[in-house]
């Protein structure tokens, strides 16, 4: 009986094993195909990004052996005597993109948490897409809207009350022109707000409803609700959205370069004119000569990606470190 039993098993067994089949099999059924081809298109992201940092290291190879790492610690940029720095470029980057964020995360998440908790849904659904129009408006649009709308009101209204009160900070003082940092931060604001408003609306409104319903059952507000519930649930993709608004920052070109002033110099205040990276080598790699200066303005481009890549990376560690306390809890 026994051995019976122990017989019926093993076809039971070999009945359930899984069949293996030749590979020509398992291409006329598709699964081998759909593999190959989405782990070749996941591959070739990676080869993407080798090449391209192998073809910038590999093109500034000539400003990288003259100067080694004094290139990031000096400020002289002078083409005619072939002396190339690119500490005014990163603190211009650096500070433009700060300053953004600092202007464009409240008013994003404002907007994003009303869209997605507190607007009708009608209401919201019209803003949403007219902010994602926003997003998709051309940068180079942006800096003429910045020329000549926000310029003029800048130097007339808003910089005036800002000497007035706070004048006494090194940040507002000296004259101002119209092109400044501050002036680029103001466009790079505008410009990342809706990436920010639209990441976080739709991080919000993936949070469960039984989130909200088991606050509401006891009795708490909306706003309750949204500031204790919903926001905390929510918000590792709302920094999220930070450094992706950030990293939009880091590369705009054309809108930073039509308002910035394009001067190479540290200046401790925002009122004064500045230079970016991304703006420098639009500026003046069709005019670079001489193997230096295009090896220099390259080697620009290698520290704007490698600035780029700390930034996602940190972002990447810092969502995980979110993660893995919220798995503790």
Not at 33 to 60: G, R
Not at 108 to 137: C, D, Y
Not at 162 to 189: D, E, H, R
Not at 227 to 238: F, I, T
Request: aromatic share 10%.
């Amino acid at each position: 009986m026994a051995s019976e039993t122990n017989t019926s098993s093993q076809i039971l067994a070999a009945h359930d094993a899984p069949v293996k089949l030749s590979l020509m099999e398992r291409l006329k059924k598709g699964d081998e195909v759909a593999y190959l081809v989405t782990f070749a298109s996941a591959l070739s992201i990676i080869l993407i990004t080798c090449l391209l940092v192998q073809h910038l290291w590999v093109d500034s190879a000539v400003s990288r052996h003259t100067f080694g790492w004094k290139f990031l610690k000096t400020s002289t940029w002078d083409p005619v005597n072939d002396q190339f720095g690119a500490l005014p470029f990163i603190y211009g980057t650096v500070v433009t993109a700060l300053l953004a964020l600092l202007m464009a995360v409240p008013v994003g998440f404002g907007a994003a948490i009303f869209l997605a908790e507190l607007a009708p849904r009608k209401v919201s659904n019209i803003l949403t897409f007219m902010i994602e129009l926003l997003a998709a408006v051309p940068s180079v649009i942006y800096g003429l809207l910045g020329i000549f709308v926000m310029l003029p009101l800048l130097r007339d209204y808003i910089v005036p009350v800002l000497q007035k009160f706070f004048g006494f900070l090194p940040i507002f003082q000296g004259a101002f022109y119209g092109v400044s940092y501050f002036s680029a931060s103001c466009v790079l604001a505008i410009m990342i707000v809706p990436f920010i408003v639209s990441i976080s609306r739709e991080v919000l409104l993936a949070v469960p409803q039984a989130q909200r319903e088991a606050m509401m059952a006891l009795g708490a507000t909306k706003w309750d609700v949204t500031w204790k519930s919903v926001v905390p649930y929510a918000q590792r993709g709302m920094i999220g959205s930070i450094f992706l608004a950030l990293a939009r920052a880091l590369g705009e070109t054309m809108a930073v370069t039509m308002v910035i002033g394009n001067v190479p110099q540290i200046k401790a205040s925002l009122l004064a004119p500045g230079y970016t990276i991304a703006a420098v080598i639009a500026n003046e790699f069709t005019e670079a000569t001489g193997d230096l200066y295009i090896n220099a303005l390259i080697e620009l481009a290698l520290v704007l990606f490698a600035v780029t890549m700390i930034i996602n990376a940190v972002a990447r560690l810092l969502m995980l470190g979110m993660k893995s306390q919220e798995a503790t809890r």
